[in-house]
C-alpha cells in the first residue's frame, strides 16, 4: 500500500507523503483540543484567571472551529485545498506563538481564538487532499482516510500527556509553541510532495447562515460560562442566552430556505445519520467537559504535580489506540448499531465510576473508569463514522461529514461550559463538579445508547 499511485502526472509523490502532511494539520487541530487542558491550572495561577476565563481558554478554540468547520470547506473548493491547506497552517503557527507569548488571559483568549478558526481551514481542505491524491483506488482511499483519523483520534487522546511533559519541562507557553515548529513541517511537506487539487464547482458561501451559527453558539456557550461566574439573574448572562437562542431561529429559518445552507438540513433525514450524530454529540460533550474538570482535579484538589497530572492520562491513551484498532473488527461482526450503543454504555460505566472519585481516592481507584471510558468511546466512534458513510450517498458524505464534526464541536465546547461551570472555586468544589459531571455523563451516554439501539434495522433513507 506504500506504493499507491495516483493517475496523474501532475503529482510528483506518492499517497504516503501526501498523507503525512494532510495529517500533520489534522494531528496539531486535534493535539490543541486536549493539550491545554493540564496547563489549566499554571495559567490561571500566572494570570490570576478565575475558572471562567480558563473555561474560554478552551471554548475560544473549540467554537470558532466548530463555527467555521462547514464554510472551510467551501472556501478550500474556492481556493483549492492545497492553498487553504497552506493559509490554514502559517495561521495556525501565527496564533500559536501568540498564545504562546500571551501577557495576560485575554490576548490568550482572543489568540485561541484565531487558532480556532485556523484549525477551521486545516481539517476539510487536509481530507480534500488525501481524498484527491486517492482518487480512482477505494482502496488506497480507505487505508489513507482511515490513518488521518487515526492521527487524529490518536494525538487527541495523548494531548494532556504530551503537555504534562511539556510543561514540566519547559512551563505551559510550550503548549502552544510547539506548533510553530510542528507547522514549519506540515508547510514544508505540503509545498514539497502536495500538489493543488484540480479545481472544483465553487459552492456559494453561506454568510448569514455562518453568521447566525457564530452568534448563537457563542451566545448559549458564553450564557452557560459566565452564569456560572456571575449568576443566572446577571443582565449580560440574560442578553446572551436570549441573543444565543434568537440566532438559533433565526439560523434554522435562513437555511431551510437558503439554496446553499451551510447545515444541509436534509442530512437529518435518515434515522441512521441522527443517531450517529446523537452519538457523536453525546461523546464529544461528554468527554470534552470531563476532561476539562479531571485536569483542574488533578492538580488542584488531588495534589498532583503537573507532570504526574500528564501521566495519569496515560490509561486513557493506550486504551483509545486499542479500542480504536479493535472498533473496525467489532463492527464488523456485531454491526455498527450495537457497536455504538455498546461502546458509549461502557463508557457510561467509567463516567459512573468516576463520579465517585474524591480528592483523597488513590490513583488505583481511578483506574478502571480511566479505562473503561476510552474503551467504549474508542470503540463507538470508528462505528459512528462508518453508520454515517454508510447511510448518504457517497457523493454527499463530506457535507455529512462536516456537518456532523461541526455538531461534535459544538458539543465539546457546551461541554467545557456546562461541566466547568459545575466545578467552578475552590478544591471541594471542584472535586464535587467533577462527581456531578460524571453522573451526568454517564445519564448522557444511556441515552445515546438507547437512540443507537433503536437505529438498527431501520431502513437507510436516501440522504443526498
Not at 383 to 389: D, E, F, Q, V, Y
Not at 419 to 443: D, H, K, N, Q, W
Request: charged share 10%; net charge positive.
Amino acid at each position: 500500500m506504500t506504493n499507491v499511485r495516483v493517475a496523474t502526472t501532475a503529482r510528483p509523490a506518492g499517497l504516503p507523503l501526501i498523507l503525512a502532511a494532510a495529517s500533520f494539520g489534522f494531528t496539531i487541530v486535534q493535539l490543541d483540543v486536549t493539550i491545554v487542558n493540564v496547563a489549566l491550572d499554571a495559567i490561571g495561577r500566572e494570570f490570576g484567571a478565575p475558572t471562567a476565563s480558563l473555561q474560554w481558554v478552551v471554548d475560544a478554540y473549540t467554537l470558532l472551529l466548530a463555527a467555521l468547520l462547514l464554510s472551510a470547506g467551501a472556501l478550500g473548493d474556492r481556493f483549492g485545498p492545497r492553498r487553504a491547506f497552506l493559509t490554514g497552517l502559517v495561521l495556525f503557527a501565527i496564533s500559536s506563538a501568540a498564545c504562546g507569548l500571551a501577557r495576560d488571559a485575554l490576548q490568550l483568549i482572543l489568540s485561541r481564538a484565531v487558532q480556532g478558526a485556523a484549525a477551521a481551514l486545516l481539517v476539510p481542505p487536509s481530507l480534500a487532499l488525501i481524498t484527491h491524491a486517492a482518487a480512482g483506488d477505494d482502496k488506497a482511499r480507505a487505508w489513507a482516510v482511515g490513518w488521518w483519523t487515526a492521527a487524529g483520534g490518536v494525538s487527541i487522546a495523548a494531548g494532556p500527556v504530551i503537555g504534562g511533559l511539556l510543561i514540566g519541562a519547559l512551563g505551559w507557553r510550550w503548549v502552544f509553541l510547539v506548533n510553530v515548529p510542528l507547522c514549519l513541517l506540515g508547510a514544508a511537506l505540503t509545498l514539497a510532495f502536495v500538489p493543488e487539487a484540480a479545481p472544483r464547482e465553487k459552492r456559494p458561501l453561506d454568510l448569514p447562515g455562518q453568521l447566525l451559527g457564530f452568534l448563537a453558539l457563542a451566545g448559549l456557550v458564553g450564557a452557560v460560562i459566565e452564569g456560572g461566574h456571575r449568576g443566572w439573574s446577571d443582565p449580560l448572562v440574560l442578553g446572551a442566552l436570549v441573543g444565543g437562542f434568537a440566532a438559533a431561529a433565526a439560523f434554522l429559518a435562513v437555511e431551510m430556505r437558503s439554496a446553499h445552507p451551510a447545515v444541509p438540513l436534509d442530512v437529518f433525514k435518515s434515522r441512521r445519520v441522527w443517531s450517529a450524530v446523537v452519538i457523536g454529540v453525546s461523546v464529544n460533550f461528554t468527554y470534552y467537559g470531563v476532561i476539562f474538570v479531571l485536569g483542574l482535579f488533578l492538580q488542584r484538589s488531588a495534589g498532583y504535580s503537573v507532570v504526574q497530572a500528564g501521566l495519569a492520562f496515560l490509561p486513557l491513551t493506550a486504551t483509545f489506540i486499542v479500542s480504536n484498532l479493535l472498533s473496525g473488527r467489532i463492527a464488523h461482526r456485531f454491526g455498527s448499531a450495537r457497536t455504538m450503543a455498546g461502546g458509549v454504555l461502557v463508557a457510561a460505566v467509567g463516567y459512573a465510576l468516576t463520579s465517585r472519585l474524591s480528592a483523597h481516592s488513590p490513583f488505583w481507584a481511578m483506574i478502571p473508569g480511566f479505562l473503561l471510558i476510552p474503551g467504549g468511546m474508542g470503540t463507538a466512534v470508528p462505528a459512528m463514522t462508518s453508520a454515517l458513510l454508510a447511510s448518504v450517498d457517497r457523493h454527499f458524505s463530506g457535507t455529512a461529514s462536516g456537518v456532523l464534526n461541526a455538531c461534535r464541536q459544538a458539543a465539546g465546547a457546551a461541554g467545557v461550559a456546562v461541566m466547568g461551570a459545575l466545578a467552578a472555586g475552590g478544591p471541594e468544589r471542584i472535586a464535587g463538579g467533577l462527581r456531578i459531571s460524571g453522573a451526568i455523563a454517564a445519564v448522557v451516554l444511556l441515552g445515546a445508547a438507547w437512540v443507537a439501539w433503536r437505529s438498527e434495522g431501520r431502513p437507510v433513507a436516501s440522504v443526498g
